[in-house]
């Protein structure tokens, strides 16, 4: 096998194993958790709870030579699945500072393959034999372990209905095999480098104080992106510091009631419930202080969550050839991202599974499926894609999803979410074919194309408002990336186009005749996807930039309050429906992304919506300004769960930098329940724990 990289790490002694099925026992709340404890003997033939496809998987954008080649246009690359064998799922999943060859794009010689070293995700080729980490310890060479960028994408299956616990367990062991690092609380230094272009010059950021600066890089965690389960250990904790094996402890961890392990952490989800939605979720590091640089580096993946909505749009397709599945994930990828001192001085341009302009092949007339999974973590990444207008007919697209999140037939027929192109606009015969993407964002697509064979290109604009420097430096990024592109579509019998691609669609062979599904074809929604029906508890919440204009001192908050790890700034009661006036007194659409449960937007500046609701986790808040505030409103239930999770910007240099509340739910006594697996309620007699307590109030109404 080759060789994809090596490390030494800092300790010498043996790393304890650990069996998948063993008690878990190293964490505790508030405490330092140093390794595991003894466990007892695992049994002598354990059975795997998980298979891998294809069997012999490829590394995946992983550096195997000395030098990465050259640049070349290639047909869509898939990370491999990880499906589960039998009830549950078991695996294992290490992190590692590797050498990767990525596409990077040059203004004046166009897209290069760059040598990067980068957090990476790694997993076992055959799990019948559990890789032992100590054979990891000083290298990634490991005929077991296959290290890909982006991660596997995990393959899970909700309940089959109301009341039956048949859903998947998911049960991974996290390894941090990154360098350890003196002390990772200390805040690195953050600045504004001067570009390549001569403009801007190297400025030092303030304020900068921990908790709420750029920390702890080779920490780690890990978020299920879209999961309905409890937020408690060890399940969607964001609470958790993993530090790289070798570590000295951290006289505390960085979340009050979190916990800072050093090496190796269990997760344990309870079965997937019946109000699981089915979907296209996803997964990355989120440990406050390195979660902006680790998503940019790749720390990131997909969950596919199958339930009854798969089914019966498979079977419309049945009869007309099937319906191809592609994941595509959209990364910026870089080694350090830009405001971090000696960072990259510009956003790198965005790649689909760590490739620049892939190729996709369809059939004429064929119909796919398309994942798109916004796996980014900056401005830039607020992203307008489709299908430009051109001379000849180009694949239509209908959405079928959003944020993992089946749509109802209503808006199906709707499809609310695409619009004209902005030079398409009012023109008679206008198409609407284009949509956004912004970063923690899903969207699920029924992708037709055209009957007659060529080659088509889907595009991206970068729609944020960023720093003027930014802006123009950008600019001339882009309009080289069109130019370069234009000229290679020449030479291929692809359209011109106006903006830059994102992908390419090449349409070739035998014709296929598929047709969309009609409204009344279109899956129902399932009734825990009903509209949340009032009364609803007002609350607002407010996302604030202050020293706005001044890129140097400016800051970010919540209702006035930056993260507090100590304290939760807004409590919810079980199963109290709540309806939430987002607002934005800055010029940045930030993404507002909260935990546990999906909310349904209502309105989204102007624009009010019309029941049926769409179900999202994910929505930018409108521009405003400080005397002019944009604003979103949206309604979200906390169901089922109870404990503690987070709402944030899902720009995660913001987050990382303060833009992030914690928020708990409650029964209605007041405390949290403990987590149950089958079904029971956590609110009830002899299962309650105490409440995490409340900050001081901010600035915000409802709280």
Known sequence: MPHPGNWKLAHQSRIPTR???????????GLIACG????PPPDPDPQPTAKVSPPDPEMLNIATAEECGTYQQEVLKEPAKIQPVGAELGTQLFVAMLERCVPVFDSNTGWTMQKLSLRTYGYPRDHTSPVDPNELRDSSDHANVVWSAPGPTIVLNKATDPGI?????????????????ADPHACNPIGRAANSFGRGAQAMFTPNTEPNC?????STNFHFHGFHVSPQPHQDWVGLELLPFGSTPPEHAVHVRGAAVIGEYPFDVDPLRYTQAEG????HAHKHGSTALQVLNGLVGTFQILGEFDKELDGLFASQGGLPDKVLVVQQVQERPPGYQNGSPRPSMPLINGMANPIIEMKPGEIQRWRFIGATMQASAQLEIGFPPSSGAAPEIRQIAMDGVQFAPQNYARQLMLRASDNQAGADNAVANVMNLDPGNRIDLLVQAPTEAGRHTMTFKMVANLHETAAEDLTDQLEALVRFSNTNALATGAAEATDPPLLTVVVEGEPVNSTFPTEDQFPKLPNFLDDLTPPFKPRTVAYQMKNQGQLELVEFD?????FDPACVNETLT???????????????AHPFHIHTNPFQLVSDGPTEFQPPYIWRDTVAIPTGTPTDLGHAVIRYEATEFTGEFVNHCHILGHEDRGMMHNVQTVCPN?????????LSPECREGNYQPAAPKCEPGTCEGG
């Open 36 to 39: 595991p404890k003894a466990e």
């Open 574 to 588: 079980l199963e109290v429906p709540e309806e939430w006036t987002l607002t934005n007194n800055s010029n940045i």
């Open 165 to 181: 616990n048949n859903g998947t367990r998911f049960k991974m062991n996290l390894y941090n095999f990154l360098a350890p690092q």
């Open 558 to 562: 919540i209702c006035g309050q930056k």
């Open 280 to 283: 296209t979720h996803w997964y």
């Open 214 to 218: 750029f920390h702890g890089d080779n």
């Open 670 to 678: 007041g405390k949290w329940g403990k987590p149950t697996s089958d």
């Open 19 to 29: 069996p998948l099925a063993a008690a878990l026992s190293i964490w505790a709340l």
